[in-house]
């Protein structure tokens, strides 16, 4: 029998059936291979990693096999700021930390600011502003290296026009 689940960036309903999940996304389950590798080049799995808070993955195995090659990597995530930052953001962000210190990662954090205010009607320029720094200084809060951290706050790394041309 189908178990019926909803898995969304806003909602979770159901019975979750990973597996479904994985096949949905078009990720792959994290392998003991995997996981042994990570444990080889870090000393330790993370706490999230042990208890399978993360449990799939898109490419890991490739970038473990470069960065075995000597090659390195960049960390890549965002927030968009439409609010206060709550326990869904803090979670992801606590475990990019511990990547960026276990393998001495660039982060390269974007805030889209731009794509709230113009997709959320009932927020203005101002609020997302307010939010995207709030934000940053959240993250900053959690202990990243500050010399590794590139915050990308979308209107502002765009000039002048782009401001202009949004409103």
Request: glycine fraction near 6%; charge should be positive; aromatic fraction near 14%.
């Amino acid at each position: 029998m189908a178990r019926d689940f909803i898995v969304t960036p806003w909602e979770v309903k159901g019975e979750v059936d990973y597996d479904k999940l994985v096949k949905q996304f078009g990720t792959s389950i994290i392998s003991d291979s995997l996981f042994n590798k990570i444990k080889k080049h870090t000393g330790k799995l993370h706490y999230m990693l042990r208890r399978k808070i993360f449990f799939s993955h898109r490419d890991l195995d490739i970038l473990l096999d470069e960065y075995e090659q000597g090659k390195k990597f960049a960390l890549y995530t965002g927030r968009g700021p439409s609010g206060h930052t709550h326990m869904g953001h803090i979670i992801p962000w606590i475990f990019t930390k511990w990547l960026q210190d276990a393998f001495d990662a660039p982060l390269y954090f974007q805030i889209t600011d731009d794509e709230k205010f113009l997709c959320k009607p009932k927020l203005t320029k101002e609020e997302t502003k307010k939010f995207s720094y709030e934000n940053a200084l959240d993250l900053i809060a959690l202990g990243f290296n500050p010399k590794k951290t590139f915050i990308i706050i979308d209107t502002e790394y765009s000039k002048t026009l782009y401001n202009i041309a949004i409103q």
